[in-house]
């Protein structure tokens, strides 16, 4: 009797485990349907929609905001950054691409680039001067008060495009010049933390929450660098093909849903790639073989690990440009004409967006 009672009370364990297992729901991936990309006008902002199959409609929004240079993102918002006003930063909805807020002070001429750490404050790159005496700057950012003046506990050297401010916990890793610096969120205390021998080329996090950072090559090869915990140097790869320089203005990127870093060689125009978990960098694409000859974008987008490479296909004219989508074994999956004057930047929604 007490070993049926006993094989009664295992039967029932394992039935209440089996349900328990059964009611726990994985959550659901996020699906990025849908895409906008921004175009550099001097005039206007104007964004192009691009739908699930990859059809675009130019000018789905058009403002006043002169010569917007970035998309940024927090907390699945989307922020657009422009050099004039009357709105520097513009937070949209990604639904109906309605402005929800908007920054119109600035102490600096020509913000650039945005990366928010919370709903309210951020940091944001501005350019000044001119030809070889343009400077670089950094400067604190509040949704109440506005764009402030540059930040002296940094150089006027901060690398110029979306690579160089990157999010871990509570700090914002920046890219200044040589060196990798710290802010912590709370205090806002500006460290060094390392100095490479030539400038940083971007600052990378992967899908496993890996910190890497690339460095161009001058004084020496070009590397990617790991990153411990506490930001000491974890490992350092070389990169060893003489022909990849990895420079500054190379647009490198990388999705953190992912573990390739992708960026276009300015030389060559040649796309190359660089795998975290593999260590292996290889050439990917050559978009000049496939209608374009000027990269402005390369994206890898989040779900179907798809290349978006978009750029114009005739230098003189901003007008006629392009996106050319590459599977992942290299192939050219489709091609997309008139995708915006002077394409410069890309975001992937999860939102469903209606024209």
Known sequence: ????????????????????????????????????????????????????????????????????????????????????????????????????????SSNVSSPSYLQMYSNTDGLVINTSGSGRSRNYNLCHVNTTTGIGDAISEVSNDILFNNAALILDAENVLIADGKELVVMNMTTKEFTSVITFDDSISGLLKDKNGTIWVAKEKRATAATFTKLNADYSINETVTVTDGVINLYTNSILTMNSENVNAFWSESASGKIYTFNTETKVIEEFA????????????????????????????????????????????KTVAKTVDNVGASPIDLYFSAKEFQI
């Open 1 to 104: 009797m007490k070993s049926c009672l006993t094989r009664l009370a295992l039967i029932g364990l394992l039935f209440v485990v089996s349900c328990t297992k059964k009611d726990v729901i994985p959550e659901a991936p996020i699906t990025y349907n849908n895409a906008f990309i921004l175009s550099l006008e001097s005039d206007k902002t104007a964004l192009t929609f691009l739908d699930e199959n990859q059809i675009a409609t130019p000018n789905v929004t058009v403002s006043e905001n002169a010569e917007s240079t970035s998309f940024s993102s927090y907390n699945n918002q989307l922020y657009i950054v422009s050099q004039n006003g009357p709105s520097y930063i513009s937070k949209v909805n990604l639904e109906t691409l309605s402005v929800e807020e908007s920054i119109t």
């Open 286 to 329: 050559t978009p000049s073989n496939d209608g374009i000859a000027f990269n402005t974008v390369v994206k890898q987008h989040p779900n179907t690990k798809q290349v978006y490479v978009i750029g114009l296909k005739d230098f003189m004219d901003p007008n006629n440009s392009a996106l050319v989508i590459y599977n992942a074994d």
